[in-house]
């Protein structure tokens, strides 16, 4: 069984960069269907969900070829089946985000249906709606949903009933090819979506509003391969700016390669925890909290306080020195990682979407499960200020949105490694 395995007390010191947003390279990759011919990807994260949404792309008959690391060239001339299949959608649910291209370009789609995962229901249903008003039909039938688009889609008025972001992407790229016209009200705002915008607007599409609440399409006859890096992961800059305020030396934790407008909620709000921040010529630099102070923190869509960074602020809020609320609002499951912070000695206590967080003066390495990814990086940092040995398992889950998150922690001075240990065994 692999673990990660931290010893607690060490200071970090030093400059990180991260790398391209999982959230956005997702979509970019997706998005390279509705084009044929070659779209070359810079700035993509070496990480286990960019690989399994490689096997969604390659299994539909595009090739790929790994220019460099972070470098993708994806060929989607020969691209002749419409299937996101089940062992690919239940590896990662992003992998829905084909559904919209492959009806904008082929006027089709089989995907496997979703299912929920552990951090709730996670329905599509806004999807579909959407999907249906531009003229898709569905039916579903063996755990995939059949989407027709054969005549043809028109542009047509979504109001998305919540600002849901995959729904809002899948919209996007099927409407780029419909005829006419698409208003989306009530869109998604988050800078993937305005990544994602700009990158179709640099193959053709005809895009206003992103970003906004009210975005416009124009449905354009055809779109063409194009270039574009993808925007820098605001998640895990901000994973690493909790980790310099948790256990920053006295000369702080740099923090590179990303938007800081894209974190400003989430600064906001460690601001108001006593944690201090400096701007440097190639981000941000958050420096440790002698004290910290205790928050109420709301997960809500962007540029509300994002629900993937909720995980994270709930470790600094363990130590806060008073008692802190934190709900969460975007999913419904999104606090089983707090029974596994209680094992390392924080006090929580969880009613419905709110958890009640009562700071302790320390907390104690523990053996512990990563429940999800947020989950687990966040497990990794309470290892770092936690006394005695932290062990995480089920670090897969961390896997999938983080490159190198232990080697990037080793480099900023952590004792933080990966390790091997016998899977437990029950008679
Ligand atoms: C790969 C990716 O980009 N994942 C991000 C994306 O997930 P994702 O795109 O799945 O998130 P959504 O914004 O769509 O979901 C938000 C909420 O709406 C619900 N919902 C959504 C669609 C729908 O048709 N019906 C429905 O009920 C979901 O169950 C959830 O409770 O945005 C989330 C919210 O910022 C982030 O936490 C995820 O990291
Ligand atoms: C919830 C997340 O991702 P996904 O939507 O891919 O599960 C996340 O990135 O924290």
């Known amino acids: 069984m692999d673990i990660i395995r931290v010893q607690g007390g060490r200071k970090l010191e030093g400059s990180v960069a991260v790398s391209g947003a999982k959230n956005s390279a997702l979509k970019l990759m997706a998005a390279t269907l509705l084009a044929p011919g070659v779209t070359t990807l810079t700035n993509v994260p070496d990480i286990s969900d960019v ?187 901000g994973t690493f700016l909790v980790a310099g305020a948790l256990a920053a030396g006295s000369r702080g934790v740099e923090v590179t390669g990303f938007n800081p407008v894209h974190l400003t909620m989430v600064i906001r709000k460690l601001e108001a925890m006593g944690i201090s921040f400096e701007r440097t010529e190639a981000g941000m630099r958050a420096m440790r909290a002698e004290t910290i102070r205790p928050i109420d923190i709301q997960t809500l869509p962007f540029p509300g306080f994002p629900t993937d960074m909720q995980a994270q602020a709930m470790v600094l809020s363990a130590l806060a020195d008073g008692s802190s609320i934190i709900t969460e609002n975007i999913f419904e499951n999104r606090f089983m990682f707090a029974s596994e912070l209680v094992r390392m000695g924080a006090d929580i206590h969880i009613e419905s979407h709110h958890a009640m967080i009562h700071g302790v003066r320390s907390l104690s390495g523990a053996q512990v499960v990563s429940p999800d990814l947020r989950g687990g990086a966040a497990l990794v940092l309470a290892g770092l200020v936690a006394e005695g040995t932290t062990e995480v398992s089920a670090v897969h889950h961390i896997a999938r949105g983080y490159e190198a998150f232990v080697e990037k922690l080793s480099a900023l001075g952590a004792y933080v490694e990966h390790a091997s240990v016998p899977d437990p065994e029950f008679d």
């Open 51 to 237: 690989h399994v949404m490689g096997k969604v792309l390659k299994h539909m008959g595009a090739e790929i070829e790994v220019v460099d690391k972070h470098t993708l060239a994806i060929d989607t001339s020969e691209v002749n089946s419409w299937e996101a299949p089940y062992e690919l959608v239940a590896k990662m649910r992003a992998s829905t985000a084909v559904m919209g291209p492959l009806l904008g370009r082929f006027g089709k789609a089989k995907i496997a249906m979703p299912g929920g995962c552990n951090l709730g229901a996670r329905k599509i249903d806004m999807h579909i709606l959407g999907l249906e008003a531009l003229g898709v039909s569905f039916d579903t039938e063996h755990g995939y949903i059949y989407a027709d688009a054969t005549k043809g889609m028109t542009g047509s008025d979504v109001t998305l009933e919540f600002a849901s972001v995959g729904a809002t992407e899948n919209l996007i790229m099927a409407a780029v090819r419909a005829e006419g016209t698409t208003l989306i009200d009530n869109a998604a705002r988050e800078p993937e979506i305005v990544d994602l915008a700009e990158m179709l607007t640099k193959m053709g599409a005809k895009i206003e509003g992103a970003g906004t609440p009210l975005v416009r399409i124009e449905g354009v006859p055809e779109l063409h391969p194009t270039e574009h890096r993808v925007v820098g992961d605001r998640i895990e800059a």
